[in-house]
C-alpha cells in the first residue's frame, strides 16, 4: 500500500497540473515528461512546460465493460484529446452525454476522482476534460 | 550467420482449456513439435508468453515449462512483448541458431487465459499499455483500438461495415481448420447487427481470448534434411518498437513499427510485398489487419479496407491473409498467438493446410503485433524443397 501511494505521489505535477517538459533544444513540447527528447533524442535536462489545459477531441470511445477499480463510473467515455500546444493526451471526458461528443469537440481539463480502490484504498485523482465552456460575453 | 529453418510443428487446438493448465498446453505443443521433428533432445527452450503471472500466479516461466517437458537441463527462457510474446520468442531462437551458438532450438508460445476470466484479466491485457499514462484513465486494450478505429473511420470516411470482409474472410477460413476456436463462418448481416463493445469496435470486430500453445524446432538449413523432407527456411526475421503508448505517435493511424520491421524483412529476402503469396497478420481487431496491410506495403494509407471489399484477402485473392481463421476465428491466446501464425504459415508452405491450402503457396509472411502497435515481428519463410 504504501508502495502504491509513493507510485501515484510522484506523479502529482501531471496528474493535477499538466506540467509536462519542453526540450531546450529542438522546442518540443513534451506531455508526459521525459528523460530523453522524443524528437531529437537531447538528453540535457529538460526545463518544466505548464501545458495550458486546453484542447479538442481527437477521437472516442465508450467503455462499458471496465476493469478493476473502474466499475462504478462505467460506462464511461475515454478520449484522445488533441492540447493546443500539440501533444495528444489519453483521459476521461466528464461532464458530458456521451451522445453530445464529437470529434474536434473543444474540451479543457478538469481534476476528478480517477480510480477507487474498495472502502479503504487510495483514491486516485488526476485529470479529465470537460466541454469547453462558452465565453460569457 | 547461418541460414535456419523450421524442422517441426506443433499446436493445441485453440479454446477454452478448463482440465489442462499453462504447463501441460505448453508440453503438449513441445512435445508435438519434437516428434514432428524427430528429436529428441533440443540446446535452448524460448517460452513466449505474456500474462502468466498476473493470471496463474506462476513467473519463471522457462525453467517451469523446460521441466516439465522433459528437458530439465537446458537453457531455457521466458521472452514477454505483450501480444508479440511468441514471435519475440521464435526470434530469439532464430538468433541462437544464426548465430551458431545453438543447433536445436524449441520456441513455444503460451497462454492461459480461462484460469482469470473478467476485470483482471482486462487488468492483465491493459498492462500491454503506459500504465501511468493509458491505463490509469480506465483505458482498456478494446478501447485503445476503438480511438485508433473511429478516428480511422473519420479521417478515411470509412464506414465500419467496410471492415466487415476481415471478418468473414476469417471465419470462413477457420471453417476448415480443426484447431480454430470458432469454425462457424458470419455472413455481412451478423457483422453490421452484432453487439457493440466500444463503439466502433463491435463483437465480430474483435479477437477472442483463449487458451492454447504452440510450437516449432528450429535447426541450421544445412542439417535440416537429417531430420525432415519439409524444412521451412527462415527467410527474413525482423523486431521493431514504436512508443509504448498511442498518444505519443506522430500519426496513431500508422504503424511504423509494421513498416519498419516489414520494409527490413524485405530487405533481407531480397523481394518485395508482390511476392508475397500469403500474409498470416495480427488481425486482434479488423482495424488492426487494415494498418497492417498499409504499413506493409499492401495498400495505400486509408486503403487497408478496399482489399477486403474487393476480395482480395479471400484464398483465391491477391494477397490471402488469416488463412487458417486469424486471431479473429482461430482465437487470440495472447502470448501464444505469434507461434500458432508460424505453425499455420508453415503448414501452407508444406502443403498441409487442408481445404486452407494456398495454391502453390511459395512465401508467406507473419506479422505478430504486441501492444497497439508498439512491438511488431514480422517473418518471411519459404518452401526448402520443391
Keep these: ?137 | 550467420m547461418r541460414d535456419v529453418s523450421i524442422i517441426g510443428i506443433g499446436q493445441t487446438p485453440v479454446g477454452e482449456h478448463w482440465g489442462r493448465s499453462l504447463r501441460h498446453l505448453a508440453y503438449d505443443a513441445v512435445a508435438a513439435a519434437m516428434r514432428n521433428a524427430n528429436i529428441e533432445r533440443a540446446d535452448a527452450l524460448y517460452v513466449g508468453n505474456m500474462l502468466s503471472g498476473e493470471i496463474s500466479g506462476q513467473s519463471h516461466l522457462g525453467t517451469l515449462i523446460a521441466d516439465f517437458a522433459g528437458l530439465r537441463g537446458i537453457e531455457a527462457v521466458k521472452v514477454e512483448a505483450a501480444c508479440a510474446s511468441a514471435a519475440a520468442a521464435f526470434r530469439q531462437a532464430y538468433i541462437g541458431v544464426a548465430s551458431g551458438l545453438q543447433d536445436i532450438v524449441i520456441a513455444v508460445g503460451v497462454e492461459k487465459m480461462t484460469d482469470d476470466v473478467g476485470t483482471q484479466l482486462s487488468a492483465g491485457l491493459a498492462g500491454a499499455a503506459d500504465a501511468d499514462y493509458e491505463v490509469i484513465h480506465g483505458i482498456t486494450f478494446v478501447a485503445l483500438n476503438a480511438l485508433i478505429m473511429k478516428r480511422y473511420m473519420h479521417e478515411y470516411n470509412v464506414a465500419r461495415e467496410d471492415f466487415a470482409g476481415f471478418a468473414i474472410n476469417a471465419h470462413a477460413n477457420a471453417a476448415a481448420n480443426n484447431n480454430a476456436m470458432f469454425q462457424n463462418p458470419i455472413t455481412k448481416k451478423d457483422f453490421v447487427n452484432c453487439g457493440v463493445v466500444a463503439d466502433p469496435v463491435g463483437l465480430l470486430d474483435a479477437s477472442p481470448m483463449a487458451d492454447g500453445a504452440a510450437a516449432v524446432i528450429l535447426c541450421p538449413t544445412e542439417q535440416a534434411r537429417e531430420f525432415t523432407d519439409n524444412a521451412i527456411r527462415i527467410k527474413a526475421s525482423a523486431l521493431a518498437t514504436d512508443t509504448l503508448s498511442v498518444h505519443d505517435r506522430r500519426d496513431p493511424l500508422w504503424l511504423q513499427a509494421a513498416e519498419d520491421s516489414s520494409m527490413r524483412a524485405y530487405k533481407q529476402a531480397g523481394i518485395g510485398p508482390e511476392d508475397i503469396d500469403f500474409f498470416e497478420l495480427h488481425d486482434a481487431f479488423t482495424i488492426m489487419a487494415a494498418l497492417s496491410l498499409e504499413a506493409s506495403g499492401f495498400a495505400q494509407r486509408g486503403h487497408g479496407t478496399w482489399l477486403a471489399l474487393d476480395g482480395e484477402i479471400t484464398p483465391e485473392g491477391k494477397i490471402p491473409i488469416s488463412t487458417r481463421g486469424g486471431l479473429k476465428a482461430r482465437g487470440h491466446p495472447v502470448g501464444a498467438t505469434g507461434l500458432y501464425q508460424i505453425v499455420e504459415a508453415a503448414q501452407q508452405l508444406r502443403g498441409e493446410a487442408g481445404n486452407n491450402q494456398i495454391k502453390n503457396a511459395a512465401l508467406g509472411m507473419t506479422q505478430n503485433i504486441g501492444g497497439s502497435g508498439a512491438t511488431i515481428v514480422t517473418h518471411i519463410f519459404e518452401r526448402v524443397n520443391q
Design chain 1, 1 to 137: 500500500m504504501t508502495t502504491e501511494i509513493a507510485r501515484h505521489w510522484r506523479l502529482n505535477s501531471q496528474r493535477y497540473q499538466l506540467v509536462g517538459e519542453v526540450c531546450p533544444k529542438c522546442g518540443v513540447k513534451m506531455f508526459p515528461p521525459r528523460d530523453v527528447c522524443m524528437e531529437c533524442a537531447d538528453d540535457t535536462r529538460q526545463p518544466d512546460f505548464q501545458f495550458s489545459g486546453r484542447g479538442e477531441v481527437y477521437s472516442f470511445t465508450t467503455v462499458h465493460n471496465a476493469p478493476e477499480g473502474y466499475q462504478e463510473s462505467a460506462p464511461y467515455t475515454v478520449a484522445l484529446v488533441k492540447l493546443e500546444e500539440g501533444p495528444l493526451i489519453t483521459a476521461q471526458l466528464t461532464d458530458v452525454v456521451n451522445s453530445e461528443v464529437e470529434i474536434g469537440m473543444p474540451v479543457e481539463m478538469v481534476t476528478r476522482k480517477l480510480r477507487a480502490q474498495g472502502e479503504e484504498g487510495v483514491i486516485i485523482y488526476g485529470y479529465k476534460f470537460r466541454p469547453r465552456l462558452a465565453v460569457a460575453g
